[in-house]
């Protein structure tokens, strides 16, 4: 390899090594954001629960999606970015699929408010992907 072909080589691999560390701040900013969201979100569902406060209306619970949409497409960008291949869709329907199944055979499958919240974030994520 020549030293000017060495040079740009360099030159590009920092590039991208700059580049793969801002998006991965920014899918760990997003994700600190979506937690603590979803968090308040979580305590005062479980307050209403227990009649200790008002049911949270529709914008929160959009607010938590956007930003859950928001952070699996900071997380996508930076796996593409760092040629790791990320979950298919097809698999991340499966593996839901598994654990409904596999806890429909414990009682009758009654998803936490938590794990519903996640599921809706997942699947609006899917289906505003487009896949």
């Known amino acids: 390899m020549s030293y000017r072909r060495r040079q740009v080589w360099l030159q590009t691999a920092h590039m991208h090594l700059e580049k793969l560390q801002v998006l991965r701040v920014s899918y760990e900013q997003t994700r600190g954001e979506y937690f603590r969201v979803h968090r308040a979100l979580v305590a005062r569902l ?10 949270p209306d529709a914008a929160e619970y959009a607010l938590v999606a956007a930003l ?43 998803p936490s408010p938590e794990h519903w919240l996640e599921m809706q974030v997942i699947a609006g994520f899917l289906r505003d992907d487009g896949q």
Do not use: F
């Open 46 to 55: 479980e307050a209403a629960v227990d009649g200790c406060g008002p049911w």
């Open 68 to 110: 859950g949409r928001k952070m699996l497409s900071a997380l996508r960008e930076y796996l593409d970015c760092s040629n790791v291949r990320h979950t298919s869709v097809r698999s991340v329907e499966e593996k839901m699929q598994l654990i409904q199944r596999l806890s429909a055979n414990e009682r009758l499958w009654q």
